[in-house]
């Protein structure tokens, strides 16, 4: 699957109804160098393990991610957290 930008709302089923083994979410913002530079390492896990991994994308800037980065306590960017297919994070 192709990675996705999502919004509050639309995370939690997602974390559990993929087709993949794994999600991994990445938190970035479009004005962070360091995520810029690590973007195509990111897109290259994505087709490197298609069908394995789900990539999404929230960038930190939007309200309505605001209650991920207290949810997941993240305090900078980039931020890349793993979930297994129960939707439960296994690494961060």
Known sequence: PAPQKLSFPNLPPLLKATDCQYVLLD???????????FQPVVEQLSKKYKGKIQVVHLDVNREFNHPYLKMYNV???PTYLLF?????????
């Open 75 to 77: 305090a900078g960017t």
């Open 84 to 92: 297994d297919e129960q939707g439960k994070p296994i690494y961060q």
């Open 27 to 37: 938190f970035y913002s479009p004005y962070c160098g360091t995520c810029q530079r």
